[in-house]
């Protein structure tokens, strides 16, 4: 039984570059946290963390993503940009728990698999109320396109790799019941496709890679059951309106 779930794994090599990216946002934006977060329900994780001074996030961390009171949480289920300045002059955002780790502002973008199906968000953050410029936003956004351009490449090779075992195993089950050939129970002559047969030595010459179900050949059936072949058949005798007669 093949599984159709398909479970689709992001490449080291992919990785590497990810972590370049907020690697590059946080030095560049002068920032203490550039990450990229996953969702993989029923929580959020920290996929990738930018080797910034002052990150307080790190790789694999997770938590539980339903009423979890994350920034993250509003970008994966808005499928919005999220910009909050400063969480602690803003009653919606001034308990959520990235505030306990004094990251008072954010910035973040949905990231999506094909077909906007949510892979999880790249995001900002700042010990410092912090309105990000549109500059900081024009370079999330051409990352964002980046990741997930790599999102789509990364689906299409899994899946159509998936596909393609799929049909391998599909093919192969194919050969093995066309492969599945009569032997005689008596003499162990083969059957072939056409209904030829043939000496078994002859034919597991040509077709090594046969499975064999068993029959009789009509030579043995003549020499072990006479009264079933049809040249002993008789049939009854007929009066002249072609009834039987008995």
């Known amino acids: 039984m093949i599984n159709k779930k398909i479970e689709i794994t992001v490449p080291k090599d992919v990785q590497e570059n990810w972590q370049q990216i907020v690697d590059i946002l946080a030095q560049v934006c002068e920032l203490p946290a550039a990450l990229i977060m996953r969702l993989r329900a029923p929580d959020i994780e920290v996929f990738i963390s930018s080797r910034s001074e002052g990150n307080p996030y790190h790789p694999g961390e997770k938590g539980s993503f339903e009423d979890s009171g994350l920034y993250c949480e509003t970008v994966i289920k808005s499928k919005n940009k999220l910009l909050v300045p400063d969480a602690l002059v803003d009653k919606h955002w001034k308990n959520n728990p990235d505030v306990k780790l004094n990251m008072i502002s954010y910035l973040g ?77 008596n003499c162990k002559s083969i059957r072939d496709n056409e209904g030829v047969w043939h000496p078994i030595e002859h034919y597991l010459i040509n077709h090594p890679e046969a499975d064999f179900s068993h029959g009789i050949c009509p030579e043995c059936m003549k020499k072990l059951y006479p009264e079933y072949t049809e040249e002993s058949y008789q049939p009854f005798p007929q009066d002249a309106e072609g009834s039987p007669r008995l």
């Open 109 to 185: 973008f949905p990231i999506f698999w094909p077909g906007e199906k949510p892979f999880g968000t790249i995001c900002v953050l700042d010990v410092k109320r912090n309105e990000y410029s549109t500059v900081i936003e024009q370079l999330m956004l051409k990352f964002k396109n980046l990741i997930e351009s790599h999102l789509e490449l990364i689906y299409v090779n899994q899946y159509l790799g998936d596909k393609n075992r799929r049909l391998t195993d599909y093919l192969m089950e194919i050969q093995a019941l066309r492969g599945l050939v009569s032997v005689c129970s």
